[in-house]
């Protein structure tokens, strides 16, 4: 469904993330579920897909990187936008889980909502890796709950010594060898690069993916987000799946 | 008791009626899986063009309150080359495929079209009226002439039965008319109708194209009054399709003329409503008193 929105404020993060509350117009008889997304309009700039970041009280907060026309007038606050969605299925049950969630780049956008719809119901560490140290900011700071046990930053760029030097998943390969039996869950979320690394670095944890593709419709009938080989749509199937469902998908370029 | 949804267009057999309108998936043979675990009792491609087309930027589509949906995907397809692909992926299923044909040119529907023969694909549908994509669509499919001269060129070079698919114009019947005096085995009415949707605060159309074809429950009374009025005149046999939710509009569909009846919309918001459909319709059948679904087929014009 279609949702007239305002945005509330945009908040800059770090050098390249910022952060945006949207009050929607309208109340949505039912809220989103974790790794849900809306396609968000920029009147006559662009539609983007977009993770809820968070939600409460008709406010979607979305959180992103500037990369393209659409992103960068989000940036400098346009007034009006519309909210397309909740799309995808997202997840509900998780409870009890202790979760492992790696994050790369934007691919961090997810988490608040997830932890604010479980609550103390989960237990949930983070990883998480961007490619320069200014991008860095506290994840602490955009978490409600205190569901959220350790965090562990991650830069490739390696200058600043509080972060860990490499890749996400670097720093996932060496933590899951070490501490295999402290989750019971990994959820990834990030590039297609990163995601296949993490389903093949340990094959017998419960693995899921948060995925990113080309969408257009969001409904499932353009076919512009099917998962080749497989027949699986991220819009309306995902985004997030199991290592398995997405095996042939993961592994080719 | 036995109670038989069997159909048949244009000497295509079908396990039932229902099968996916056009533009809903079927551009790709991953996609054509799906319109399978759909239960889709024939394919119906997405329009293929002769090159292959990007479409219009997102937004594409705006789902609306009153259960419409608008749409400007503008024929985004990945031209003619995947036309044997999509086959043998329907071929592997044992299922018919109908390769819906566009094109801006008398020449690219023949060629599209002929592709189709080619590898023996179970129909061709005309997309004679897609209400969107400039020069492609209804701006040909409204003009009677234009109709007569790319169905006459197609049939004319092709096998396989030619499907024509006219969208609401004032002057539909006579399109109808000409399609099939120049041989065209059938017709699928309606397309979407082309519409407009504004974001109130913004103050613009939503669309990156502006214009949209709406589709949805809200056209369905008008694509049963077509359908009811092109079979009284001219008996052809007829594909329905606009706004179909429940069997009830299956059934309407079939009673005003229709043979087989497409779901666009309401398979996207409900995968599994073809087998719930089917169900109803046989209870439908019971009540009614019919044994095989071809009995009603025009009934509401039997005085």
Avoid at chain 1, 7 to 32: A, G, R
Wanted: hydrophobic content about 40%.
């Amino acid at each position: 469904m279609f949702f007239s929105g305002k945005i509330i404020e945009v908040t800059k993060l770090s050098s390249d993330y910022y952060k945006t509350d949207i009050k929607l117009f309208e109340k949505i008889s039912q809220s989103p579920k974790p790794f849900q997304f809306v396609m968000l309009w920029i009147p006559r700039k662009d539609l983007m897909p977009m993770s809820v970041a968070d939600y409460h009280d008709d406010i979607l907060t979305i959180i992103f990187k500037v990369r393209g026309e659409g992103t960068k007038t989000l940036a400098q606050n346009p007034g009006f936008v519309g909210v397309n969605g909740f799309y995808g299925k997202g997840i509900k049950d998780l409870y009890e889980r202790k979760i492992l969630f790696v994050a790369g780049g934007s691919g961090v956008a997810p988490l608040p909502y997830l932890t604010r719809y479980f609550r103390d119901k989960i237990s949930i560490d983070v990883i998480w890796g961007f490619r320069y140290h200014h991008q860095y900011f506290d994840l602490s700071n955009i978490i409600s709950s205190r569901s959220v046990g350790e965090i562990f930053y991650v830069a490739e760029d390696c200058v600043d010594k509080r972060f860990y030097c490499g890749k996400a998943t670097d720093l996932y390969q060496k933590i899951i060898k070490r501490e295999r039996d402290k989750w019971d869950l990994v959820i990834a979320s990030g590039p297609k690069e990163m995601l296949a690394k993490i389903c093949e670095i340990n094959r017998e944890l419960d693995v899921y993916v948060n995925l990113e593709n080309h969408v257009k419709c969001g409904l499932g009938f353009c076919g512009s987000c099917v998962l080749k080989p497989t027949s699986k749509l991220l819009c309306v199937d995902g985004p997030l799946f199991s290592c398995d469902e997405v095996a042939e998908y993961l592994s080719q370029n | 008791m036995n109670l038989s949804l069997k159909t048949s267009i244009t000497n295509v057999k079908l396990d039932h009626p229902l099968m996916n309108s056009s533009g809903i998936l079927g551009s790709e043979p991953e996609t054509i899986d799906i319109l399978i675990r759909y239960n889709v009792s024939a394919v119906v491609s997405k329009t293929i063009t002769y090159e292959p087309r990007k479409g219009y930027d997102p937004p594409i589509v705006v789902e609306l309150r009153n259960g419409g949906l608008i749409n400007a995907v503008g024929l985004a397809n990945p031209g003619r080359d995947i036309i044997p692909k999509l086959i043998e992926r329907a071929r592997r299923y044992n299922r018919p495929i109908i390769i819906s044909v566009g094109g801006s040119s008398v020449k690219e529907f023949v060629e599209v079209a002929s592709t189709a023969d080619l590898y023996k694909a179970d129909a061709v549908e005309l997309n004679l009226s897609c209400p969107h994509t400039k020069g492609y669509g209804i701006e040909i499919g409204s003009d009677p002439e234009n109709v007569s001269e790319i169905v006459e060129a197609v049939s004319g070079s092709i096998k396989i039965p030619v499907i024509a698919k006219l969208g609401l114009s004032d002057r539909i019947l006579r399109s109808a008319e000409k399609a099939l005096e120049k041989g065209a085995k059938a017709l699928t009415l309606i397309n979407t109708i082309k519409a407009l949707v504004i974001d109130v605060y913004s103050m613009k159309p939503i669309l990156t194209n502006i214009f949209g074809g709406l589709s949805g429950p809200p056209i369905h009374p008008i694509a049963v009054r077509i359908v009811y009025e092109i079979y009284r005149e001219l008996k052809p046999e007829i594909i329905g399709v606009g706004g179909v939710s429940d069997w009830r509009d299956v059934a309407e569909f079939i009673l005003a003329g229709a043979k087989a009846v497409q779901i666009g919309t309401a398979l996207i918001k409900k995968p599994d409503i073809i087998p719930e459909i089917l169900k109803d319709l046989q209870n439908w059948m019971i009540e009614i008193n019919i044994k095989d679904i071809n009995e009603v087929v025009g009934a509401a014009l039997k005085s």
